[in-house]
């Protein structure tokens, strides 16, 4: 895996096919970043956790992605972090235009990452 993804605040309404096609629509985003750190569903885990207070929801929407790779290939955390992020918002506020979008990509963690199949 390379990127865990969290999707705060959507809006109440949405039904499990909303989350699919935006999980397609945020998947097809992550692929597109630069470094190809993401190729296909393996490489990421995207969440939509629930929100306690429904008050607010679908008006400010927060991603936040904690980056997960390690690799040689990496170029420019930075330059990577900042595609990711941007990339991740603008597919957020396609698809949600009246909402504030805040989207951040946390630097690789620096802990041990272990993963079981």
Not at 70 to 88: F, G, N, P, Q, T
Not at 95 to 112: E, Y
Request: aromatic share 8%; with cysteine; hydrophobic share 45%.
């Amino acid at each position: 895996m390379a990127v865990l993804l969290k999707v705060w605040c959507l809006p109440a309404e949405m039904q499990e096919g909303d989350f699919q096609s935006l999980f397609q629509e945020l998947l097809s985003a992550l692929k597109n970043v630069s470094d190809k750190i993401v190729r296909n569903e393996k490489d990421v885990t995207i969440l939509f956790p629930t929100d306690r207070m429904q008050w607010g929801l679908g008006q400010d929407i927060v991603a936040e992605a904690d980056c997960l790779f390690y690799s040689s290939s990496v170029e420019s955390v930075d330059h990577v972090r900042i595609d990711l992020a941007e990339k991740i918002a603008h597919t957020l506020k396609k698809r949600f235009p009246k909402a504030t979008v805040r989207s951040f990509a946390r630097k690789p963690m620096s802990w041990p990452v272990v993963e079981t199949l």
